[in-house]
């Protein structure tokens, strides 16, 4: 029930393109959805984050949708560049501070 | 701009040994957090820790493990005696108060056991 599902487990995208990685949860009391990038060697980066009391926010080219009803939530890139090529991990956190991840999506956009 | 910053950034240790790792939280945040990644797989959480107090952690953080802030500055994870299944790259993070769940991550310390 604390499990964070992530899929695609890797996924290429053309320069410009958009990229669309999902997550699904079961736990109710997961309050709080932040999505990382991660570059080789590096920790992950905070890149946005959302709570349940809205269905999409936006930050430049990143977009989170939100389906509260569907226990799911979505990364959009939009105009995709080859310096977006990371890991991206999705997280939520119940209650408490501690987040749970995703399995991860390597993304690759091809120039 | 303030990060996290985490030394040493590769450890190798003899199976058994115990080792430190050393974090330094962003100035201004008083939460602070553990966490590991075996290699290939996703990020788990280990520990938080706030007021000089473990606040939540998980069931990876068995009595080998233990967390403490020495200072003013530093965060430490200790692992008393290393197992091979402890190799992972562990990562601190911190937090301001009232922003718990914003984390930032330092760059990691990669710990391999042999």
């Known amino acids: 029930q604390q499990q964070v599902k992530q899929s695609p487990q890797s996924l290429i995208v053309q320069k410009g393109g958009i990229s669309i990685i999902n997550c699904a949860y079961e736990?109710?009391?997961?309050?709080?959805f932040p999505w990382y990038q991660q570059f080789p060697g590096k920790g992950p980066a905070l890149l946005i984050a959302i709570r349940p009391d809205v269905s999409e926010k936006k930050e430049g080219r990143f977009t989170i949708s939100f389906n509260k009803s569907a226990k799911q939530f979505s990364l959009h890139i939009m105009d995709s560049q080859p310096g977006d090529s990371a890991t991206y991990f999705c997280a939520a956190s119940p209650g408490g501070n501690m987040l749970t991840f995703g399995g991860g999506t390597r993304l690759m956009v091809k120039p | 701009e303030p990060e996290v910053t985490q030394t040493p950034s590769h450890q190798v240790t003899q199976m058994g040994q115990e080792v430190i790792l050393r974090c330094v939280p962003i100035s201004n945040h008083l939460y602070f957090y553990w966490y590991r990644q075996i290699l290939g797989q996703k990020v788990e959480f280990l520990v938080s820790f706030y007021n000089n107090e473990i606040s939540e952690k998980s069931e990876i953080f068995d009595d080998q493990f233990s967390v403490e802030r020495p200072d003013g500055s530093n965060f430490t994870l200790k692992i008393r005696s290393t197992k091979l299944e402890d190799s992972a790259m562990y990562f601190c993070a911190s937090s301001e108060v009232g922003q718990g769940k914003v984390q930032y991550f330092g760059p990691g310390t990669r710990l391999t056991v042999t």
């Open positions: 736990n109710t009391a997961f309050d709080y």
